[in-house]
């Protein structure tokens, strides 16, 4: 078995990480500990608060005793908004706390592009526009090329919680560009576990989604790989021997 802890703030999307892991359909467990947010707006000040060393340790010990062998912060914003030098000293302040692995969502939508192969990538953004500007910076300083993003400029995760699939759809397309080569939708409050296929197939390329980067990069601190394309490109990279059954997810050892 494979456990790979969640901290994730409030709540909102969370119940996409149940659906993951049921879809993964293999030994891989994501305990979750829901950490304080204090006022649920998208403003820079809150969000630095939100991912505060006191904020984040809350949750260690519970999934410490959990079992987790990775601990990752499933809050791109409560990540990113601190600079790419300040979110890893946030996440290696984190891995000291727990004495385990750890990142975050921000350095998941890195990590995966790089996995992907895709240099020049357009982000599709719920929040409002000064916070996409601090995404794009953090993924700039990653070494990625920002060719479009959008911002919807909603200012709450409970708004976004409830968005359905039309909308999400409807977000991913209006900032889409012919030159990206793959879309990133990062607010860790939007639902979009249940149909990544769909929004890859209407876009005609890969997505990647905060839910879904989550899981990835936490199954990568551990070394461990497993196709379920059902989640997308992502996790379709990588496929099993020929002649292997093929669950919904199968592990993929190299």
């Given at each position: ?9 409030g ?26 947010t ?73 990590h ?13 953004a ?33 708004e ?13 397309l ?27 197939e ?27 394309p ?25």
């Amino acid at each position: 078995m494979t456990t790979v802890g969640l901290l994730y703030p409030g709540h909102a999307a969370e119940d996409d990480f149940p659906r993951l892991e049921i879809t993964l359909d293999t030994d891989i467990r994501l305990p979750l500990f829901h950490t304080e947010t204090g006022e649920d707006t998208y403003q820079p000040g809150v969000l630095l608060e939100t991912g505060a060393p006191d904020r984040l340790s809350e949750g260690v010990e519970e999934l410490r005793l959990a079992g987790a062998e990775a601990l990752v912060w499933a809050s791109p914003a409560g990540s990113f908004v601190y600079g790419w030098a300040g979110a890893h000293n946030q996440i290696a302040t984190l891995a000291r706390s727990a004495g385990l692995p750890a990142s975050s969502t921000a350095f998941g939508f890195v990590h995966a592009a790089r996995e992907l192969g895709a240099g020049r990538v357009a982000i599709a953004a719920a929040w409002p526009e000064d916070v996409t500007t601090f995404f794009t910076e953090f993924l700039v300083a990653g070494g990625a090329e920002v060719v479009s993003s959008g911002s919807a400029g909603v200012t709450t995760a409970a708004e976004v919680a409830s968005w359905r699939v039309d909308r999400v759809k409807e977000l991913a397309l209006a900032a889409d560009h012919p030159d990206a080569e793959v879309l990133l939708l990062p607010d860790a409050a939007l639902h979009t576990a249940a149909f990544i296929p769909e929004l890859e197939e209407a876009l005609g390329k890969p997505v990647l989604t905060a839910s879904q980067v989550t899981v990835w990069e936490g199954l990568r601190l551990t070394d461990r790989r497993i196709w379920a394309p059902t989640l997308g490109t992502l996790f379709a990279a990588r496929r099993p021997a020929p002649g292997a059954v093929e669950p919904k997810g199968v592990e993929v050892r190299e």
